[in-house]
């Protein structure tokens, strides 16, 4: 149990008449030089330590511990304890760049339990001045946030501030249309790289996963061949898939046939020519390169990614069935992937002209309500 003592707010003569605190809490002594030195001040500065005390105890951190870490010590711990335990490599550098390029430099030296919302915003403001986009700001807030949480989790924090997340524009995707993938196929010899870009606009899935695929992760004894997605690529090398979950796709007969012609030179579906993981910084320019001979535009993986999801949720495919097909951990963001084409949009106004009825399919006449002057019921009428 706490226990208190009554206000001691003393001024001592050894000290040249200075006003001091000094109480004792839980059994144990507290004495401090007032920064105002008079008896009120010395007294409101002794409410302040117990209240401190108090809510360090209810919070379950030590009262007597010391202040709080600056945010770059604490920072520090928490890339390595935390960070690195549960994100992939990729994201644990985008995390400590994200540290050291925006956060640390305007609030390294703060402690963590002086960052409140004032200060957050200004971080917001300087990020904005910096032309950072809305999503950026916000990747780094989320930073900064999932920090200050497991301080105040780890009980080196009361509380978490209140964070104001920045309004984002709907993001702009990209699919082909059938004719664009006809023209990409066609501009693209059989072998390796046909076989790759039809995986993917089959399955619709990343091309980190489909970097990672060996010829083991293929399961054609069933009824429905499928592919076991259960590796992701990053650094050139095997890891766990964005989400960290697993997933069996199916193979489409086009997919199959492709994959029928890639040689069996390694384990791994679609190696380095050296050895190791493709990736998407070095295989990108080839594929605007097909583009270019395809004649479309030029266009990175992941528009494969949203053709597949696309076209499937165009021929009615259930969203749930989608999301698990494309391994994400909510339906809300497999809707980011689905688009509308033209033909849809098409077939649908098509669907609710024959769903409700047309005014030119029948006359129309002036209805006079009983006592309604006539130039009463012309208005209506043109109304």
Known sequence: ?????????????????????DFRFDGRRVRKLAPLQTRRGAEQFERALRNDLVADAEAGRDPFAG??????????????????????????????????????????????????????DDLVIHLKAAALAPKTVNNTLSVLHTCLVTAARWRALRSVPEFQWLRVPEPKFRYLNEAEERALLAACAPGFWRAFIVLLINTGMRFSEAAALTWHDIDDAGPVPIIRVCKGGSRGKPGPTKT?????????????????????????????????????????????RVCKRAGIKPCGWHVLRHTFATRMAAVGTPLPV????????????????????????????????????????????????????????QRMKTW
């Open 244 to 288: 960290g979950s697993h997933r069996d796709l199916p193979l489409s007969p086009a997919a199959i046939a492709e994959l029928s012609g890639v040689p069996r030179n390694d384990d791994i579906i679609f190696p380095r020519p050296s050895g190791g993981l493709i990736s998407p910084a070095s295989t990108t320019k080839f594929l605007h």
């Open 1 to 21: 149990m706490l226990r208190a003592a009554d206000m001691a707010a003393i001024r001592r003569r050894d000290r040249g008449g200075e006003w001091w605190v």
């Open 67 to 120: 202040p709080p870490p600056t945010l770059a010590e604490f920072a520090g711990r928490w890339m390595i304890e935390y960070a690195t335990t549960r994100n992939r490599e990729s994201t644990v550098d985008a995390k400590r760049w994200m540290l050291q390029r925006h956060i640390l430099p305007r609030m390294g030296g703060m402690r963590i339990d002086k960052i409140d919302s004032r200060a957050i």
């Open 322 to 377: 989608l999301q698990r097909l494309l391994g994400h951990t909510t339906i809300k963001m497999t809707m980011r992937y689905v688009h509308v084409d033209a033909a849809t949009l098409a077939a649908t106004v098509d669907a609710i002209a024959r769903a409700f009825v047309s005014p030119s399919t029948f006359g129309h006449h002036v209805v006079t309500k009983p006592g309604c002057p006539q130039d009463q019921a």
